[in-house]
């Protein structure tokens, strides 16, 4: 392996996307339909705050309490978005800061989970995650591979075998992408979770994992054997 201390670039933080939502109370099979005919997404809104148990408070529309165990519960909230407005969080890499426009207030958030129909491949319902100035928070990130690796050069072919990596961190601290530079990077070399640095982020992911590795192509080996 080698070890490599990459840098992570403060341009590649987390782009801020705007998303109006509407609370949900009719959570029937009926109201559903009736939303996905209209152009609207079911979606839970989780993450919100903790409260001791028995609740005595008064939740909003669209609010329920999910009892955590005897003494705790956590308040999420079923949503409905438009179809439309959802298209640039679904359908690209990139991951985003939401500012989730709910019965008056705007609340921070992030996608976590989508569900698709199988055969049509349509959206069925999205998880949101509200998050919070200094709770830390686990997301999948891309992985951009940057520079010419010295192993490619030599004849062999880069394999990124990793897409995304699972971090930990404040959300104002997770970039929208995670770039590897491979200048370095032998012939037959790889890297793994473990060579890699980024400056405010625990890496969750298993510290043996190869992210990317240059392969020894059938030139590379020909060329290697005439130098012998």
Same mark, same amino acid.
């Given at each position: 392996?080698?070890?490599?201390?990459?840098?992570?670039?403060?341009?590649?933080?987390?782009?801020?996307?705007?998303?109006?939502?509407?609370?949900?109370?009719?959570?029937?099979?009926?109201?559903?339909?009736?939303?996905?005919?209209?152009?609207?997404?079911?979606?839970?809104?989780?993450?919100?705050?903790?409260?001791?148990?028995?609740?005595?408070?008064?939740?909003?529309?669209?609010?329920?309490?999910?009892?955590?165990?005897?003494k705790r519960g956590m308040i999420t909230t079923d949503i409905t978005v438009n179809a439309e407005d959802v298209r640039k969080l679904?359908?690209?890499?990139?991951?985003?800061?939401?500012?989730?426009?709910?019965?008056?207030?705007? +609340? =921070?958030?992030?996608? #976590?989970? &989508?569900?698709?129909?199988?055969?049509?491949?349509? %959206?069925?319902?999205? !998880?949101? /995650?509200?998050?919070?100035?200094?709770?830390?928070?686990?997301?999948?990130?891309p992985v951009k591979i940057e520079g010419h690796a010295e192993g490619v050069k030599a004849g062999g072919k880069l394999q990124l075998?990793? +897409? =995304?990596?699972?971090? #930990?961190? &404040?959300?104002?601290?997770?970039?929208?992408?995670? %770039?590897?530079?491979? !200048?370095? /990077?032998?012939?037959?070399?790889?890297?793994?979770?473990?060579?890699?640095?980024?400056?405010?982020?625990?890496?969750?992911?298993?510290?043996?994992?190869?992210?990317?590795?240059?392969?020894?192509?059938?030139?590379?080996?020909?060329?290697?054997?005439?130098?012998?």
């Open positions: 392996m080698v070890n490599i201390i990459i840098f992570l670039v403060t341009q590649f933080k987390m782009k801020k996307f705007n998303l109006k939502a509407e609370a949900r109370q009719d959570l029937g099979k009926k109201a559903v339909k009736a939303l996905r005919n209209a152009g609207k997404i079911p979606a839970v809104l989780n993450g919100g705050k903790l409260v001791e148990l028995p609740f005595n408070g008064t939740l909003e529309a669209g609010e329920k309490l999910v009892e955590l165990d005897a679904i359908y690209t890499p990139e991951i985003f800061e939401i500012d989730l426009e709910l019965n008056g207030k705007t +609340r =921070k958030a992030v996608m #976590k989970d &989508l569900a698709f129909q199988p055969v049509k491949d349509t %959206v069925l319902h999205i !998880d949101f /995650l509200e998050v919070y100035p200094d709770k830390p928070i686990v997301m999948e990130v075998s990793m +897409r =995304k990596l699972k971090v #930990k961190a &404040l959300y104002n601290e997770i970039p929208e992408k995670l %770039v590897v530079n491979v !200048d370095h /990077l032998g012939l037959g070399k790889s890297l793994a979770v473990g060579d890699l640095h980024f400056e405010g982020l625990e890496l969750m992911n298993a510290k043996n994992a190869v992210v990317c590795a240059v392969q020894l192509t059938r030139a590379a080996r020909g060329a290697a054997a005439k130098a012998e």
